[in-house]
C-alpha cells in the first residue's frame, strides 16, 4: 500500500518530508532542494497536497504544490504523479513537474513556465 507520508529522495538528491495523511488524504510538509539543483538562494519550502484514497486505489495518484522561499524570486511547482509498489512491496513515486516563476509583464509571461 502506498503511503507518501515519511521521507522521499530524487534522482538529483532532492528531499521532500510528507507529514501523515488527514482523514481527507491531504498532507503537508517540506521540500529540501539537493546539491545537483545547482541554485544555492534555495532554501527548504513549504509544500502541500492531496492523494487518492488508497483504498479505492493501491497504488494511488497525488498531486502537491511546493511554495518555494527564494532570496529574490517568486517560484511555485506543481507536481502529478503516482505511487507505484513493486513485486518486492519497495514504494517508487513517479510525477511530472511545473515550475513557475513571477514575470514582469504580461509580455514575459510566455518564458515564466517550465
Known amino acids: 500500500q502506498c503511503l507518501l507520508s515519511g521521507s522521499w529522495q530524487s534522482d538529483t538528491s532532492s528531499r521532500m518530508v510528507v507529514f501523515t495523511l488527514d482523514k481527507d488524504n491531504r498532507f503537508s510538509g517540506f521540500y529540501l532542494p539537493g546539491p545537483a539543483d545547482g541554485n544555492s538562494e534555495l532554501l527548504t519550502s513549504p509544500l502541500e497536497g492531496?492523494?487518492?484514497d488508497?483504498?479505492?486505489?493501491p497504488q494511488p495518484i497525488f498531486s502537491?504544490?511546493?511554495n518555494w522561499r527564494l532570496?529574490?524570486?517568486a517560484r511555485t511547482s506543481v507536481f502529478l504523479?503516482?505511487?507505484?509498489v513493486d513485486t518486492k512491496g519497495?514504494?517508487?513515486?513517479?510525477?511530472?513537474?511545473?515550475?513557475r516563476e513571477a514575470a514582469d509583464s504580461p509580455a514575459e509571461d510566455w518564458k515564466a513556465t517550465q
Not at 504523479?81 to 507505484?84: I, K, L, S
Not at 519497495?90 to 515550475?99: G, I, P, S
Open 50 to 52: 492531496s492523494q487518492q
Open 64 to 66: 502537491f504544490t511546493v
Open 71 to 73: 532570496r529574490e524570486t
Open 90 to 99: 519497495e514504494e517508487t513515486l513517479h510525477a511530472l513537474w511545473l515550475l
Open 54 to 57: 488508497t483504498e479505492l486505489s
Open 81 to 84: 504523479g503516482q505511487c507505484y
